[in-house]
């Protein structure tokens, strides 16, 4: 045999048993690449899944906290007020653009209640069975109701699957809350429920890049990509399967002509291969950056969403000894945006305000979107973190000056702020997000557009409030601890003839002594005692307005009282009852009316006026009075705040702002009274300016009517 001839023949054989070799081992990899990269992308499309059902089920447990956690609907449902169960909650699900079920249970409901999408406003026979109640029922007593947390689980309606919340029915009022006994039976639960529709299934499968999305009544099979979805026992409902993207696959199938041709030209395809793994792998990293964002990212406003905020929450607490503040954000009547011009309109409300925050983002401020109208600011430093804090509150107040547009009606940007401050390692995110959100809740209350911190200032207060609150509510339980003291008004043709009292309630306390009139009654109002301790005062002037057949009075309203529908009526059966003319009360309201021109408000003040009680418009001058509002409001009677008598402003302007003011009520018809009377001085200019009526510490202080040991009556002229 001649080596020579074979050699080249060998050596081609082992050549080609060095490239099949080669060859081989290039084709197991990818093969191995496929297998791996094809397990990778499912258990990471399970992954994201999984996440974006847990994101589905907090939005529908936000709705459920906000519907639930509402004074209004506690108070119908204590009430069993159904048409007004219908008309503010049913009308949700009938609608069906927030959610498309809704029942009420337990507590005050004999029998359950429920609304659906397009089966009208009437109440429906409950659809949760018995076995789900019970199981709801137990397992909320396990949960903090007060920390607005619910039960989330998954059922089925009609052949669809359906995301439920669960939680009890509470005021979002502190105060009121604070008065309701924990995981008591007396206390509703309300169920909401969101289909999840094949609109979100497609959009899922669009963001994930994964196909034929679907919902299984039966479990899969053990080969296939799936997720269970849990009902309220806890045990499978339903589950999600699809077919994972699959990179490996591709790229397997788009290397197969390449490898056909490394079989021929194998080193000038390898640098080819190279660059092809190179530019898939790009693709598969900019992929995996899109449904990172995805999960991480606000859909709506395209700001970081509550899962953001809590990595990098987690983030500082871990690898930082930083300070750390957030600063809760909650928009005011972001609701009756929504209902002017729609959710269209209210999204885009939400889309502008959150741009205008996003500008607030740097290395120390990460915003973001918690859900619903709040949002969540989180700020920290290594030092000067509230003066950080003290200017991002300054951008804010900035940005919020300018209106927003919607739907071409123009609204307010006002929101109600808390913020909550601590060091990393002494505190867990979880405690400080919370002390943010309630010292917005503060801010709330208070109706106050400032910003609210979390300190031990409010603490005291609230302790202080507290302590008002109980005393005020077993004062008006029991009674007998409230009086009536009495001013003049005086004519200011004859400032020796008095033609009409005030009427101003004093409360002495066996525990708090002498307590405030402004301080109980802003306790009173927060805390929904108004409307009780209103009717006891108004009982006591009566009685003394009986025993002085021929006397007027002035009697202060709260606005708070005025928003209860029905008030009217039962203001004026009450006065009549106790055989009072109309024409001896003079109905008294603050200009904290024009401030919320609420339309029960106009309502009810016209009804009195109806009746035949005279209206008076107390501060008038202090700064929310509008011509427009005294033409739509018929107020017989303007009070001058005592910030314009003359004491006050001694100088020309303040002479000529009083003959205006004096101008303009007499051209509408209107008497005047002028109060903070304090020297004769003051009662010679009003006079001259032509004021009706004076009212003040020199002409009489507020006294009983009738003497009593230690107080003298303060009737000593001739009344008319």
Not at 301 to 328: D, M, Q, Y
Not at 696 to 716: A, V
């Amino acid at each position: 045999m001649n080596t020579k001839s074979s050699l080249p023949s060998q050596i081609t054989v082992a050549a080609l048993v060095v490239v099949l070799a080669v060859l081989l081992i290039v084709w197991a990899s990818l093969v191995s690449m496929k297998r791996q990269m094809d397990i990778e992308a499912a258990g990471e499309s399970q992954r994201h899944m999984a996440g974006r059902i847990e994101a589905f089920q907090e939005e529908v447990s936000l709705i459920a906290s906000d519907y639930h956690n509402w004074t209004d609907l506690y108070l119908a449902a204590k009430q069993l007020d159904i048409d007004k169960l219908a008309s503010n909650y049913g009308i949700t699900a009938e609608r069906g653009d927030v959610f498309q079920y809704a029942e009420l249970f337990d507590g005050p409901f004999i029998e359950a209640l429920s609304w659906s999408v397009n089966l009208g406003l009437e109440p429906q026979k409950g659809f949760l069975t018995p076995a789900t109640q019970d199981a709801l029922s137990r397992r909320i007593l396990t949960i903090d109701s007060t920390e607005r947390q619910t039960i989330d689980y998954f059922g089925l309606r009609n052949g669809k699957l359906v995301m439920f919340s669960a939680c009890h029915l509470l005021p979002e009022d502190d105060d009121l809350l604070a008065r309701i006994e924990p995981n008591s039976k007396d206390i509703g639960i309300g169920v909401i429920g969101k289909v999840l529709s094949e609109r979100r299934l497609s959009e899922i499968e669009r963001q994930f890049f994964i196909s034929d999305l679907e919902v299984m009544f039966v479990p899969p099979s053990k080969d296939a990509v799936y997720i269970s979805v849990l009902g309220v026992a806890g045990a499978p409902v339903a589950w999600l399967q699809w077919i994972p993207p699959t990179p490996g696959s591709r790229l397997f199938w788009k290397m197969v002509p390449i490898m056909s041709v490394i079989s021929i030209a194998f080193i000038s395809l390898s640098y080819f291969a190279a660059w092809l793994l190179r530019s898939k792998a790009k693709v598969l990293i900019e992929q995996e950056s899109i449904s990172f964002k995805n999960a991480r990212t606000d859909a709506l406003t395209n700001l970081p969403n509550l899962f953001a905020l809590r990595e990098h929450l987690n983030c500082i607490f871990k690898h930082s000894n930083k300070e750390c503040a957030v600063l809760a954000i909650d928009l005011v009547r972001f609701k009756q945006i929504n209902d002017t011009v729609g959710h269209s309109g209210g999204d885009a409300f939400l889309i502008e305000f959150s741009r205008r925050l996003k500008v607030l983002a740097d290395d120390t401020t990460f915003v973001s979107r918690y859900g619903g109208d709040e949002f969540f600011i989180a700020i920290s430093a290594t030092r000067n973190l509230e003066s950080i804090i003290d200017e991002k509150c300054l951008r804010i107040a900035e940005l919020s000056k300018q209106s927003i547009r919607c739907n071409g009606m123009m609204f307010d940007v006002l929101a109600s702020k808390g913020v909550a401050i601590g060091r990393t390692g002494l505190m867990i995110q979880e405690e400080l997000l919370r002390r943010a959100d309630r010292a917005m809740y503060s801010a709330k209350a208070r109706r106050s557009q400032e910003v609210i911190w979390y300190d031990s200032e409010m603490r005291l207060q609230d302790n202080d409030y507290k302590a008002i609150e109980g005393e005020l509510r077993r004062a008006v339980a029991e009674g007998g601890e409230f009086e009536m003291h009495y001013q003049p008004i005086v004519s200011s043709r004859k400032p020796s003839k008095t033609v009409k009292f005030e009427a101003l309630a004093r409360w002495k306390n066996p525990s708090l002594g002498r307590v405030s009139p402004d301080k109980f009654i802003h306790v009173a109002e927060t805390s929904g005692l108004i409307i009780p301790l209103g009717w006891m005062l108004l009982d006591l002037v009566c009685q003394d307005v009986k025993r002085l057949s021929c006397a007027r009075v002035s009697i202060n309203i709260s606005p708070a009282q005025l928003m209860m529908p029905g008030f009217a009526k039962e203001f004026a059966e009450r006065v009549a009852a106790r055989g009072i003319s109309p024409s001896q009360v003079e109905v008294e309201v603050t200009e904290q009316v024009v401030i919320l021109d609420d339309i029960t408000i106009a309502t009810e003040l016209s009804m009195l006026r109806d009746h035949g009680f005279s209206l008076a418009l107390d501060d008038f001058g202090t700064g929310y009075s509008s011509i427009g509002y005294l033409t739509r409001m018929q107020f017989d009677v303007l009070k001058i705040d005592r910030s314009f008598s003359p004491s006050t402003h001694k100088d020309k302007h303040g002479a000529r702002m009083l003959q205006s003011m004096v101008g303009l009520a007499h051209a509408m018809g209107l008497e005047i009274i002028a109060e903070g009377i304090e020297t004769e001085e003051d009662v010679d200019i009003l006079c001259s300016i032509g004021v009706d009526y004076l009212q003040g510490y020199f002409l009489g202080r507020p006294e009983p009517i009738f003497p009593s040991p230690g107080n003298p009556s303060i009737l000593n002229e001739t009344q008319p």
